[in-house]
């Protein structure tokens, strides 16, 4: 192999991919990178795995990582949010569009007779805590200004000092218990309005839901939901005839102001958060209809808001608080003594918060989140372990049990499927529970590429891309 002298190149990463390329077995790191897909995070793995026909004990298969270029097998980070890896958000979105869809027109183990069920598709908004500019249009905006679309001044207080960056927090904070309680007093708005006991509307009548939590600029969120209407086992079955669309929105306007949580607290008083007095409740038209709210435009649409996080609203999508105290500034001795964390010098915070690279409302709520955070009866919520998110604490996208298909399910058809395709490719017999074992262990080495590995992989997923954008286009 020949020697090359890369002192004369002033970019390690390229110094790094020119001796990546020019290794003998180099063809198999590429292939390793190509299969991510662009993953920007994979995960590396150490370990071995072996197939054997149960029958005869012989080793059908054999691999180790020890083979591998690079001494370890990548795979994908699996990471949701668009800001931390574009290629793995893209494939949680592609699961959450089948996932929503199949509950709207079939498909997936949820029969097609679903599309014939009563079901809205409803936004609910967080309250106001003091006035923002926004208008971000040719209207004037209360401060007076028309606002440009990118004006960073849009979603920030008109007066920071009189907003409410106490509620504003609490409301993130309590976001998910709001939505508990919401369905709670739907199904109970369902059954007065059906002049039923809530016993006898459960046993005639579902309510199933998926929704996603998507950030304003203002920095708290709100919900988008499909809700609809089922029979008593479920998608299967449909719900009675009287059990219709109006009803099902009637009920929804009058559950959302009946949802309510009351926060007491020394520090702050007591606090009642609710929903926003903004709610938007559309019917679902059907996917062969002119409406611009069919199955298949809500189905993109919660699966847009499904991969992105906090860093929308001008956040950011990494915890704050330090790891080795746990964000608590010290960490206790065997006798109880605290010992200041010399990592963080004591603040609990991996990054002052003064240095922050955030807009100052982002700032002021980020710093709101780790002073309630440290108040005793906020001590469950942990405030600063959330405070990268503005204190949302739920997961962004959740459906109930028997709306549709599950992400599980998605993943592991897929990865069945990717089974297959390798068997078929080694020539091996095909595997059941009863013909093969599979006995493998792995270890956890590590995260992220070399630096030139990772040039290889922003390669792969520029071309990946610009091969949607030309499908996209109509190109073949």
């Not at 014939?116 to 004037?140: C, E, I, K, M």
């Amino acid at each position: 192999m020949v020697t090359l002298d890369l002192r004369h190149v002033a970019s390690p990463a390229v110094r790094d991919l020119l001796h990546l390329v020019n290794q003998p077995d180099f063809d198999r790191a590429q292939q390793q990178i190509e299969r991510l897909g662009g993953c920007t995070e994979p995960v590396r793995l150490t370990g071995q795995t072996t197939t054997v026909d149960t029958a005869t004990g012989e080793v059908l298969r054999f691999y180790a990582s020890s083979e591998e270029p690079t001494g370890s097998l990548l795979t994908g980070c699996g990471n949701r949010r668009a800001s931390r890896c574009p290629a793995c958000s893209r494939l949680y979105a592609a699961d959450t569009y089948h996932l929503i869809r199949a509950g709207l027109s079939g498909g997936k183990t949820v029969p097609d007779a679903v599309r014939t069920h009563p079901r809205v598709f409803a936004t609910l908004t967080a309250p106001s805590f003091g006035p923002f500019h926004n208008r971000p249009d040719a209207r004037p905006c209360r401060c007076g200004t028309r606002h440009e679309p990118t004006d960073p001044l849009l979603g920030t207080p008109l007066n920071p000092a009189t907003y409410d960056y106490t509620g504003a927090v609490l409301f993130n904070a309590h976001a998910g218990a709001l939505w508990a309680r919401f369905t709670t007093y739907l199904r109970r708005e369902l059954a007065t309005r059906l002049g039923l006991t809530q016993k006898a509307a459960r046993s005639v009548l579902r309510v199933s839901f998926a929704k996603v939590a998507e950030y304003q600029k203002r920095g708290l969120v709100h919900v988008h939901a499909v809700i609809r209407l089922d029979g008593p086992d479920g998608s299967t079955q449909p719900p009675p005839s009287y059990a219709t669309v109006a009803v099902l929105t009637d009920a929804i306007r009058a559950a959302a102001p009946r949802a309510r949580i009351s926060v007491t607290s020394d520090a702050i008083g007591e606090r009642e958060l609710t929903w926003g007095q903004q709610l938007d409740v559309r019917e679902i038209a059907a996917f062969d209809t002119d409406s611009e709210l069919t199955d298949q435009a809500v189905a993109a649409y919660v699966a847009k808001y499904a991969t992105k996080s906090a860093d929308a609203s001008g956040a950011l999508d990494r915890a704050l608080y330090c790891r080795p105290c746990q964000g608590r500034g010290a960490t206790l001795l065997p006798h109880g003594t605290p010992l200041p964390c010399t990592t963080c010098d004591g603040t609990g915070q991996a990054r002052p918060l003064p240095r922050l690279g955030v807009a100052r409302h982002v700032r002021q709520m980020i710093r709101t989140c780790w002073e309630l955070g440290k108040l005793p009866e906020f001590a469950d919520l942990k405030l600063w372990k959330w405070a990268h998110m503005l204190d949302f604490r739920g997961h962004f996208s959740t459906k109930s049990r028997s709306y549709s298909v599950t992400l599980g399910a998605l993943r592991d058809a897929r990865r069945t499927w990717r089974t297959e395709r390798a068997r078929a490719h080694a020539s091996l017999p095909e595997s059941g529970p009863t013909t093969t074992l599979v006995v493998g262990h792995w270890d956890y080495l590590g995260s992220g590429y070399s630096p030139g590995a990772a040039l290889l992989a922003a390669d792969v997923w520029h071309r990946k891309e610009l091969e949607r954008q030309f499908a996209a286009e109509g190109g073949c």
